[in-house]
């Protein structure tokens, strides 16, 4: 090596433009494949696929990655059927390689697509029912705990002071 080399080597370096920071799989664009929009066209929560992949955002955050999308489209779908009950629409759509992925994983457990993902949702709502319950309980035992008097053996006047 020259003396000069690294001399010419910094130079070089100094004059190149800044790159970013790199970013772990940055090389890969996430490919949405089910996206849950409000009614003003706001994307709440989508269901995307990077490399092999899949991730779940909400609300702009990642959330979770796996493996299978479908639990994550259950819970889209879940998420979809609240908002429609508390008065807020909502649209979910699907990709048609998502799709295809349902319909054959239905038809394997013989039943349409619209039915097996309406069983995987009622497993969310079942939990969600009793997160709801296990709540109400909790609610009626500290309600029951104040309703019950003090102890009997606690000494009622506070002005004993301690000898010490």
């Known amino acids: 090596m ?3 080399s690294k001399a010419k080597r910094d130079k070089r370096k100094k004059s190149q433009p800044k790159r970013p920071i790199q970013r772990l799989n940055s090389q890969q664009p996430v490919q949405n494949h089910a996206v849950l929009q409000n009614a003003e066209g706001q994307v709440v929560a989508a269901i995307g696929l990077q490399g092999t992949e899949w991730l779940l955002a909400i609300g702009g955050q990642t959330m979770g990655n ?4 479908v639990p994550m489209l259950a819970m889209l779908k ?3 059927n609240v908002q429609e009950k508390e008065g807020r629409p ?3 759509e699907t990709s048609p ?5 349902i319909d054959d994983l239905a038809a394997d457990e013989g039943k349409t697509a619209e039915e097996y993902l ?3 949702v009622s497993e969310f ?3 969600e029912d009793a997160a709801d319950d296990a709540e109400g309980e909790a609610a009626e035992a500290s309600t ?7 102890d009997a053996d606690a000494p009622s006047d506070s002005s004993e002071q301690p000898k010490g």
């Open 2 to 4: 020259s003396k000069q």
């Open 66 to 69: 796996a493996d299978n999308p």
């Open 78 to 80: 879940h998420l979809a």
């Open 90 to 92: 909502v649209t979910l």
């Open 97 to 101: 390689q998502l799709q295809q992925m």
């Open 118 to 120: 309406a069983q995987l």
């Open 125 to 127: 709502e079942g939990v």
């Open 144 to 150: 029951d705990a104040e309703a019950t008097p003090a």
